[in-house]
């Protein structure tokens, strides 16, 4: 499932592909049977560009106005007007809104969005801002920089004609900020023992669960207690999923192994609370979603999303085995082929299966726990500029060891190392440059990292100059071959040519 991700949204749904060569966007609609139709609309990103963040929104293409909104208001067009629309923002930095017909925004260079009303919040260093398609709506909330952020529900005032404020959680690294609209700092702020990557909102509105590719926790934002769910049999969590259903919660986390289902009955202190429902699939399970003809989840053959159903009882717990669509094979990308072998790592070799974002975060943080080397050489060993990308973007925060390895191997030779260690290299900086330079534990290794790319750099004139030469000697000899080719052609005398007897008219030779 590496490259592709899905994202179902009432009846649509959005198929982010982002490979080797192939960054496009999809979008479908989901059938009255709660199925994936396939999509309607394609649209290819540039080479360079990838969606780092994506959220749907119910926009209105509404006219700009001179006037700001208070704080907390919709716009004053009918919400029935709107439309699911894909806001996502891009590694290049701008933001682009995918309908039937692409809009490009531009916008601060936002490190993650959230869903507000008939709007979009985005993250940058110092603030949440709003914008909506018209432009900026000029509220502003002050922040920490995050990498995650998840809009909220709120319950309504009581007996008041003010709009009802909207809340949003921003995450960075293990640091959860708790935003509302009517203030300008996060209210509540508390710490994590885990740096998630997803996160979900239940339908009692204070409890919020969080997760990573191999741990899931729900907290209470008011209290504070909180409760660890054992995922176990599960890997590579891509998403989490909340349905109220009859008066209750339920907790549905998606991966490598298939799903987890779980009532969430808040408990006060720490559990290990075992999966009450589990579905197990062949295949990595991207999403579930609740439909009104039941519980789905959306798996991949290849590159293409399918839904399948899935049996739930919520009254009977249990677990389930799901038949899934055999994965077709890919064409094999060239490009790619440099990154099928990983080395040794403890007398155990990766297998020579399809090299994914979740497998290669999983022998890294395996080879970070035992020895900084081994990291280095399973990093110099992948080469595709994707799927290190994608490897890099999981790790939140990106371990300071991963990039002190790398960065130590680049600034001790800059010109000898691995094309693919300066790939990480630039991967490590434009997705977590900003935490990395706020870790003062870094910082030296940041300034040898220059140290070493200032010393390069001083051979690089000396070596341009030393090409420029041998470049004119080359051409020089070459013109000296053809001038030489072109005096042998002049001396060279033709043979003479027989001539003809010739007969005169009177019939005698000459």
């Not at 716009?75 to 806001?87: I, K």
């Not at 987890?260 to 290990?272: E, H, M, P, Q, V």
Request: hydrophobic fraction near 35%; glycine fraction near 6%.
């Amino acid at each position: 499932m590496a490259g592709v991700t899905c994202y179902v949204y009432n009846d649509v749904y959005a198929n982010v592909i982002a490979k080797a060569g192939r960054n496009e966007v999809q979008l479908g609609s989901v059938s009255a049977e709660g199925h994936l139709e396939p999509p309607q609309h394609r649209y290819e990103l540039a080479g360079d560009e990838a969606v780092i963040d994506s959220v749907w929104v119910p926009l209105q293409p509404a006219a700009p106005s001179n006037k700001k909104r208070k704080q907390g208001s919709s716009s004053p067009s009918s919400s029935s007007n709107t439309s699911p629309m894909l806001w996502c923002v891009l590694s290049s930095g701008q933001s682009r809104v995918f309908s039937p017909s692409p809009i490009d925004i531009d916008t601060p260079k936002f490190t993650a969005i959230a869903r507000g009303i008939n709007s979009v919040w985005g993250a940058t260093d110092s603030k949440l801002v709003e914008y909506t398609l018209s432009g900026p709506t000029g509220l502003t909330i002050n922040s920490e920089p995050a990498n995650l952020l998840k809009e909220l529900a709120v319950n309504a005032p009581k007996k008041s004609s003010k709009p009802t404020p909207q809340s949003f959680c921003a995450i960075a690294d293990d640091s959860v900020g708790i935003y509302k609209t009517t203030r300008k700092t996060a209210n509540p702020t508390f710490s994590l023992d885990f740096a998630p990557t997803s996160v979900a909102q239940s339908a009692r509105i204070s409890t919020i669960v969080f997760a990573n590719s191999d741990r899931v926790q729900a907290r209470d934002i008011e209290t504070l207690n909180h409760a660890t769910y054992n995922v176990s049999g599960l890997s590579d969590i891509t998403s989490l999923t909340t349905v109220n259903k009859a008066g209750y919660d339920y907790l549905f986390v998606c991966g490598t192994g298939g799903v987890s289902g779980y009532r969430l009955d808040f408990i006060d202190s720490a559990t290990n609370e075992r999966p009450q429902w589990r579905w197990s699939t062949e295949t990595p399970v991207s999403q579930v979603y609740h439909h009104a003809t039941g519980l789905k989840a959306v798996v991949y053959q290849g590159i293409d999303p399918v839904s399948v159903d899935l049996e739930w009882d919520d009254e009977k717990p249990g677990k389930y085995i799901v038949d899934t669509p055999t994965p077709q094979p890919q064409p094999e990308d060239k490009r790619s082929s440099s990154l099928l072998e990983l080395p040794e790592t403890n007398g155990s070799v990766v297998d020579g299966a399809e090299i994914t974002p979740e497998r290669l975060h999983q022998r890294l943080v395996a080879a970070l726990d035992e020895d900084s080397t081994q990291s280095v050489a399973i990093c110099a060993s992948c080469a595709d500029d994707t799927v290190i990308k994608e490897t890099v973007k999981r790790f939140r925060p990106v371990p300071a060891p991963l990039f002190e390895a790398v960065a130590e191997e680049v600034a001790s030779d800059p010109s000898s190392s691995s094309s693919s260690l300066s790939t990480w290299l630039k991967w490590l900086l434009l997705l977590h440059g900003g935490a990395l330079a706020k870790n003062p534990l870094v910082v030296p290794t940041l300034q040898r990292l220059q140290s070493g790319l200032d010393e390069g750099m001083k051979v690089l004139s000396h070596l341009l100059a030393l090409q420029g030469r041998l470049q004119l000697l080359n051409c020089q000899g070459q013109l000296r071959e053809e001038e030489e080719d072109d005096d042998e052609d002049e001396d060279e005398v033709p043979a003479p040519q027989p001539v003809a007897d010739i007969e005169y008219a009177n019939g005698e030779a000459e």
